[in-house]
């Protein structure tokens, strides 16, 4: 392994990694009918506008449920998937400004481990030739002798030994942990500073898992490495990661050390992913008060903050909208037997009216009926649950000739908020916003 | 009363190198409207029961033994039987729910479809009030009956593929890693479903998993599994509490979660059921092993509190001698065999 010059001592690590107002948006080609007509393609935010360091020597847990974007911004992060905005300053360089011949001299310092062990190798090279692949690729040495020696010395490392034996082996004669470690080799081979490991241990049994773990904490260790730690799972994390920066629909809602983070967490989101682990202890029962749904789409992303339609403590400001009704009534649909739904839904004229994001929107009363009897019914919903969060953000309610007029509270978009050791995204924590 | 009662099944799968044996004469019974968890790492055998006791068996796999149900032994039953059972009496749920909706039809169709091959008489309103309100129940709406699948998201997927099994009203349900292939939230809201069938359909249910956490928090008993055998089986609150196989509780302490507070794991790895170890299968990982457990398979010992056990520690004590209680001195296991 190569050696590398001692950073100079500094009361704050400098960031091996500074990530910077980055956007990775993804352009959604829509069906042959949009695009004969000319109507606009979607746009995902995988990435919406992130800023962190990677401090060196750490770990960072990025947590989150898929969808959340953070194996884009992992992969943005290397040069693999190229930004829409922002910058990724690694050891000087901007990421997303180079070209890929500079990236691919940098990637010897930046590697990554990928989920899928079993997906990773290529199963017609043994063990020796895909580890050894990237010296040849970097074109760091031709001699095979060399190559070899290389590859026996990092195969030991991960704990393949004897090396001899399985560097003749093929991935389809071994276990996904032994083929996880021979990803984990192959990676550390060009001696990077930085591994990006996403849910490296996702795929393996709990048996395993402990032991992948361990293995990358040693060589941390040894090599002086730097990870980002990709996972939606937070109690690997919580026993991985030095620090923990929660991801929901492209931002980071909350970050801090881990264990603020566990223990006492701010965000409503990072509190119900905690509160859904399922833990072995049989006097739990499966948690009950979890946040309806699930992770919206992310080219349609919710007004305000994207976890208002989920949240519990959702209010005012947090961006209520038309399709908010729609999902309430749905959900209330679901419940309520054939007879009751078949009434109700007839007093609404037109359901796809809910389908926006207006803050604003007129309901047709439906064909025969008064708008009034829509009126009464949306009033009936709410004293059956007014805690329901969702009348929070009802600024007024009320019937026209033949309509129902809704209007919302002004949205307001969260910002990064400071609160001791940790940041959080949350209307909650906002002295501001409070106030009004 | 047991809805389904399995003595000594065998499932082998044949391979030129021999039989494999994934299934090694299991025994359970599962009660009416019980959740009965089975565990174990991958490659125990876990799937091949579950499929074995709807007798869902790919070719080349062969079955002995008595799954016995409403009185019949599933095992020897003729394919057509077996085939008219599956659905109304026996459900199954499996972990990737795309692939196991037709992209073509409309939720309503699946719903229609099943409904009129196994209930003919079943007229349309009745087909359609019965898919609703089972929907309903998983938080399906009403609104959504006449899309099509891909319409929906993975976790909505996979809660109408449950609505599809309990549709028929299934006495017991088998469901393989349900929730493996969904997030955090979404998987607690299936299981908090799963755990409602028992009062909402008085359904039985197999829950395969290999997630001891998911065990704990919705299942009356478990049954743990190695190397195709069942280790170790009774209620989860005691099993959980105090283990009484080694491999039970070598699993729980690597299982990783909010409460742990050091990283444990099992040396060595489960092994090729091709050839077996002798004696206890799980004797080479085995931190307790003793001489008697390489010689002689373990007999299944009955516990205090309807549990039971396959492990000479637990005796009985006539049949192992001073010399088999020896501890088992062994070589190391390479770091590189366990993972």
């Known amino acids: ?436 | 009363m047991s809805v389904v009662s399995v003595r000594d099944l065998r499932v082998y799968y044949g391979t030129p190198h021999g039989p494999v044996r994934a299934v090694d004469g299991v025994s359970l019974e599962i009660q009416e409207g019980e959740t009965l968890g089975l565990v174990g790492e991958s490659g125990c055998g876990k799937s091949t029961l579950g499929r074995g006791i709807l007798g869902l068996l790919p070719e080349g796999a062969a079955a002995d033994g008595e799954v016995v149900y409403g009185g019949r032994n599933l095992v020897t039953l003729a394919p057509r039987e077996l085939r008219e059972l599956r659905g109304p009496d026996l459900g199954l749920i499996f972990q990737e729910p795309m692939t196991r909706l037709n992209p073509l039809l409309r939720i309503d169709d699946h719903f229609a479809e099943t409904l009129k091959r196994h209930e003919p008489g079943i007229g349309d309103a009745e087909a359609r009030r019965r898919s609703l309100d089972v929907l309903g129940k998983m938080g399906i709406p009403p609104t959504r009956f006449r899309q099509y699948p891909h319409e929906f998201s993975g976790g909505m997927r996979q809660r109408i593929m449950i609505a599809l099994a309990l549709v028929l009203r299934p006495k017991l349900l088998i469901a393989d890693e349900p929730t493996t292939a969904l997030d955090v939230i979404v998987e607690a809201q299936i299981l908090g479903i799963l755990a409602d069938l028992k009062a909402g359909f008085g359904t039985a249910l197999l829950l395969i998993t290999h997630n001891l956490g998911i065990i704990a928090e919705s299942c009356d008993r478990v049954a743990v599994m190695y190397a195709g055998k069942l280790v170790e089986e009774g209620p989860a609150r005691d099993v959980f509490a105090e283990p009484a196989h080694p491999y039970t509780r070598e699993l729980l302490e690597s299982t990783i979660s909010l409460a742990t507070t050091a990283l444990h794991s099992i040396p060595g790895a489960p092994p090729n059921l091709l050839e077996p170890p002798s004696g206890c299968r799980f004797h080479p990982r085995c931190p307790d092993a003793m001489r008697v457990c390489v010689e002689r398979e373990p007999v299944e010992l009955r516990l205090d509190g309807d549990r039971r056990v396959e492990c000479w520690l637990h005796g009985p004590e006539d049949q192992v001698s001073d010399e088999g209680r020896r501890e088992l001195v062994r070589e190391e296991i390479a770091i590189a065999d366990e993972a």
């Open chain 1, 1 to 436: 392994m190569q050696t590398r010059p001692e950073a100079p001592p500094a009361e704050a690590p400098a960031p091996l990694v500074s990530i910077h107002g980055l956007k990775t948006y993804y352009t959604i080609r829509g069906s042959y009918v949009d695009r004969l007509v000319g109507r606009e393609a979607g746009l995902v935010k995988a990435v919406d506008d992130v800023s962190l360091d990677l401090r060196k020597g750490e770990v960072l847990g990025l947590v989150g449920e898929s969808g959340s974007g953070k194996t884009t911004l992992g992969r943005t992060l290397l040069g693999l998937v190229s930004a829409t905005a922002g910058s990724v300053v690694f050891e000087g360089h901007d990421i997303t400004k180079l070209r890929e011949r500079e990236l691919r001299k940098l990637r010897r310092r930046m590697q990554i481990v990928f989920q899928d062990p079993h997906a990773s190798l290529n199963p017609a090279m043994t063990i020796g030739e895909s580890v050894g692949d990237p010296l040849r690729i970097q074109g760091i040495t031709r001699s095979r002798a060399d190559i070899r020696s290389r590859v026996a010395e990092v195969l030991e490392r991960v704990g393949l030994a004897p090396a001899e034996q399985f560097m003749e082996k093929y991935p389809g004669d071994l276990s996904g942990g032994q083929k996880q470690r021979a990803v984990i080799a192959r990676a550390l081979i060009l001696a990077p500073v930085l591994l990006v490991a996403d849910e490296p241990v996702s795929m393996l049994d709990m048996s395993v898992r402990a032991k992948i773990l361990e293995l990358l904490l040693d060589l941390k260790r040894d090599f002086d490495l730097t990870y980002l730690y990709i996972t939606h799972d937070l109690a690997t994390a919580k026993f991985f990661c030095d620090r923990i920066a929660i991801m929901y629909l492209g931002r980071i809602v909350e970050i801090g050390p881990s264990h603020e983070i566990y223990e006492n967490p701010k965000h409503p989101y990072t509190q119900a992913l905690l509160r859904a682990i399922p833990e072995p202890d049989p006097r739990r029962s499966v948690p009950r008060d979890l946040p309806r749904g699930e992770v919206p789409d992310a080219a349609r992303p919710p007004l305000g903050c994207s976890f208002h339609p989920r949240c519990p403590r959702a209010f005012a400001v947090c961006g209520w909208e038309a399709r908010d009704l729609r999902e309430l009534l749905e959900a209330r649909w679901a419940q309520a037997g054939e007879e009751r739904y078949e009434a109700e839904r007839a007093l609404v004229g037109d359901l796809a009216v809910l389908e926006t994001s207006a803050t604003l929107v007129r309901i047709p009363g439906g064909r025969g009926h008064d708008a009034g009897e829509l009126l009464t019914m949306l009033e009936s919903v709410r004293a059956e649950d007014p805690e329901e969060p969702f009348w929070r953000g009802v600024r007024r309610l009320e019937a026209g000739h033949d309509h129902v007029e809704i209007e919302f509270h002004e949205s307001r978009a969260p910002r990064p908020l400071p609160l001791g050791e940790v940041e959080v995204e949350c209307h909650l924590y906002d002295p501001d916003v409070a106030a009004t």
